[in-house]
């Protein structure tokens, strides 16, 4: 079937059988041959929707001309054209362009980090090519390929269904329906179906909500129905992060401030001091420009992204930049049990089969191993119920295991750990999967369901059906009947229950996750496949016990947690004696605990709730369902805590989106949960979180270092004009001056500290508060007034020490033109530079002491210090930015005095931050 045909007749799909099908779209239950898939690859293309056209980076570029700082600029541009100061309109005008430039860059560079995490985690799907299952990228999916479908993963591309097992299908992104539909591979009659009601087609885009099935493909890529409505999502506008919309109201304070101070100083110059009009406008000018942080805005984004792709080297991908400011002020982590805090390496310890207990050796997913019965090794078919256990943890299982390319890989699976677990022991034992289900065919699946907590696999065996079923312990007890116990089916009676329930609490209490097994016969024309017409009257077979180690990072990061003011509530499926033992053993809990069961829970109201969070005492909510994920973090959030969630089922996405930060796993994960978070970890690991919130403090705390760094040679040069106004001298600094700091010696400098390492306390601190603002007064003190007016006076010495050095009096005014004029503001404009050495050196830490991290640990610091100091040396020493930039040479002596600004500089501070520490 060619799938340029129209959508009718691709759509007309729905009438046809399974068999007709195939036929109709030239491939076969064992699926395409790789040749073919390649082949039908080159001829439809790769399976991606249409991109829609950005906006040209011209436009983006044009952006950077009419923010409010370079508005600012633009106006002092034309006030001293005004003036009749082109040369200076014309230099400020050269700013705004420079400025334009870099800040168009930086923001380049980091929407090309944006994009490369977008490309991390491809989108994959599970296909049968060759009668073998296997896993691709969504791309390369072509029509006539067969699709595995389980649930939570995202449907990529237009297909029929072959196979549905309980199947329902989220269509809201094309229907905006958001109850699931349930599907059929059934071929269906009548003409003019509208989309949701072709039960038995699936459509790229949408999800699925539950069960499983098998679907051929007929469309792929622009040819989708999802690819006609996939445009809009691509013009939908970012909206900035909190942080981002503080820096610009930071930057229009800082706008207020610098025109007000501009207007200021320019009636005291006309109407008190009586100078010049032109005089008074370049000092007016000069004033304002000295108050702009041309480089705050892009070296903000930057450094945004420059933490998200730091996070990526940690397993964490940050799916948009805001979130990275969020994780610096978590206060909860909430997050799951199961390969999170373990391993998830799940392996089969011990089997329970009624007065038997058999160990199980091996590790990982390497089926190799022995079952050891009382020291002796034993094979699956020496007891029968030995051999049931091992059909039905085989058969009511989906998970495959795919062995390795090359020597010294590892055994991989495809599905879930604790399925690939049971499938690992059942081929220890010597089960030959393959060959029992050829004589006992699977007929249907009743997949798992966290509410039932239970699966089942419905079986033809000669002339009857068998339903083989795995769950939860005490369901699976509650609903068996019979027991088998030596090949003899006997009834089960309450008090031997309740033995069997005392003997898997104490395997629970190892630390051992468990899943009980059952089977009922049914006659051959048994045909109600409801879960709780099958799910009944069962005969009891007994109990497998898993063990998921915990990772060896995880316990560093939960001490990590505990000092950094982080609590972290535990929400498993699992049982909570199992919880418990894991959580005593990493570290989460080592007092009281109160455990909670999900039904417990169902009966508390969330005042009750929230006063059990809130009550000093460890929590652990045990047999949790997502719903109870979505209360809990919606309670935690009206307690004004910022929660971060962990996730990984279809049912975890309205607890992800719930959550300040909703974290999904990238290898166990689904589709649906990675879509619905904001941070996928790649590698499923606990500690990766944890070190996500270190780099979410380190970079708020990097932006407040740059700001710090950018306000003390303000006030450095802000300071000259007062004692201008105050004293009468001559203005110290010029226009050009500061503008050659602003945007020349200072710039490479202050992106260092805006992409630099953690703080050896950052993870020592309480929780940053989210009503805490990012210019607070510690920030205001350490920059304008600590730093800033020891870096005013350093360089107001050396400006006096040449003016006096050189015979000039108080009061005596100066020409721009004399030598002595142009000597003591070279001075100045080097002092600030060297002063701001020393200020970049202690702005890399806030308390600790830069001595204690490495004073180059930061590789951009070295970089912008030898940046700053060529830039420096052009000015003073090259005769045409002399005539530029009003400088002159200067001197070994004049050297010799401002180079000890950079050490007093270093030594204030460290001083500033021991006092602090003490």
Known sequence: MDINKSPEEKLDLYKLTVEETYSKLNTSPQGLSEKEAQNRLQKYGPNKIEEVKQRPLLFKFLENFYNILALLLWAASVLAF????????????????????????????????????????????????????????????????????????????????????????????????????????????????????????IFAGTSVAAGSGKAVIFATGKKTEFNKIATLTQTVKEVKSPLQKEINKLAQIIATIAILMGFTLFAINVFVIEFPLELAFIFAIGLTVANVPEGLLPTVTLAL?????????????????????????????????TGTLTKNEMTVRKIWIPCEIIDVTGAGYKPEGKFLHKGHSIGY??????????????????????????????????????????????????????????????????????????????????????????????????????????????????????????????LAAQGLRILAMAYRNFPNDFTDYKPESVEKDMIFLGMMAMQDPPRQEVHHAVE????????????????????????????????????????????????????????????????????????????????????????????????????????????????????????????????????????????????????????????????????????????PITVMQILAIDLGTDTLPALALGVGPSEADVMDRPP??????????????????????????????????????????????????????????????????TAQIGSLLVCQTTRTSVLKIGIFKNRWIPMGILFEVIIVLAIVYIPYLQSIFNTTALGINEWLYVLTFTPIMFIADELRKYILRR
Not at 310 to 330: Q, R
Not at 466 to 485: D, F, N, Q, W
Not at 798 to 825: H, N, R, S, V
């Open 560 to 731: 990590q947690c505990h000092r950094a003011g982080i609590r972290i509530i535990m929400i498993t499926g699992d049982y909570g004696l199992t919880a418990r033992a894991i959580a005593e053993e990493i570290g989460i809990i080592s007092g009281p605990c109160q455990i909670v069961k999900g039904k417990e829970l169902n009966e508390m109201s969330d005042d009750e709730v929230g006063q059990l969070l809130h009550s000093g005492c460890d929590v652990i909510f045990s047999r949790a369902i997502p719903e109870h994920k979505m209360r809990i973090a919606s309670i935690l959030e009206g307690e004004d805590e910022i929660v971060a969630m962990t996730g990984d089922g279809v049912n975890d996405a309205p607890a992800l989106r719930k959550a300040d930060i909703g974290i999904a796993m990238g290898i166990t994960g689904t589709d649906v949960a990675k879509e619905a978070s904001d941070m996928v970890l790649t590698d499923d690991n606990f500690a990766s979180i944890v070190a996500a919130i270190e780099q979410g403090r380190t970079i708020y705390e990097n932006i407040r270092k740059f700001i710090t760094y950018i306000f003390a040679h303000e006030t450095a040069e802000i300071i000259p004009f007062v004692l201008m106004v105050l004293f009468k001298i001559p203005l």
């Open 305 to 337: 992204a420059a933490a998200a792709q730091k996070m990526v080297s940690k397993n964490a991908l940050i799916k948009k930049l805001s979130s990275v400011e969020t994780l610096g002020s978590t206060t909860i982590i909430c997050t799951d049990k």
């Open 768 to 833: 940053r508060s989210r009503k805490e603002r990012l210019l607070n007064f510690s920030v205001i003190f350490r920059g304008y007034i600590f730093l800033g007016l020891i870096e005013a006076a350093l360089v107001m010495s050396g400006y006096f020490w040449i003016l006096y050095g050189g015979g000039w009096q108080l009061g005596q005014q100066l020409p721009f033109t004399d030598p002595l004029y142009i000597k003591a503001t070279t001075m100045v404009f080097v002092g600030i530079v």
């Open 82 to 201: 005004i003036a009749g100061i082109p040369q200076l309109g014309f230099a400020i005008i050269g700013v705004i362009v420079i400025n334009a430039i870099f800040s168009f860059w930086q923001e380049y560079e980091a929407g090309k980090a944006t994009e490369a995490l977008k490309k991390i985690l491809p989108s994959a799907s599970k296909v049968i090519r060759e009668g073998k299952e296997r896993e691709i990228l969504a791309s390369e999916l072509v029509p006539g390929d067969i699709i595995v479908l389980e649930e939570g993963d995202n449907i990529s591309a237009d297909s029929r269904l072959i196979e549905a097992f309980q199947l329902k299908v989220d269509n809201s992104t094309l229907t905006g329906e958001s109850r699931p539909v349930r599907k059929e591979a059934e071929a269906m009659s009548g003409k003019n179906h509208a989309l949701v009601e072709m039960h038995n087609l």
């Open 381 to 506: 078919d020496e007891m029968k119920e030995l051999k049931l256990l091992m059909r039905t943890s085989a058969f009511c299982n989906d998970a495959k295991l795919i062995p390795p390319k090359k020597e010294g890989d590892k055994w991989k699976i495809l599905g879930d750990p604790t399925e690939a677990s049971l499938l690992v022991a059942a081929y220890k034992s010597g089960f030959d999967l393959e060959e029992e289900l050829q004589r006992i065919p699977r007929i249907l699946e009743l997949p798992f369901d966290s509410k039932r907590k239970s699966m089942s696999s419905i079986h033809q065996k000669e002339d009857k059906k068998v339903a083989y079923v795995k769950g939860a312990p005490k369901k699976i007890i509650l609903l068996s009947t019979h027991i088998s116990e030596k090949g003899k089916i006997r009834p089960f009676p309450d008090e031997e229950k309740e033995k069997i329930v005392k003997k898997h609490d104490e």
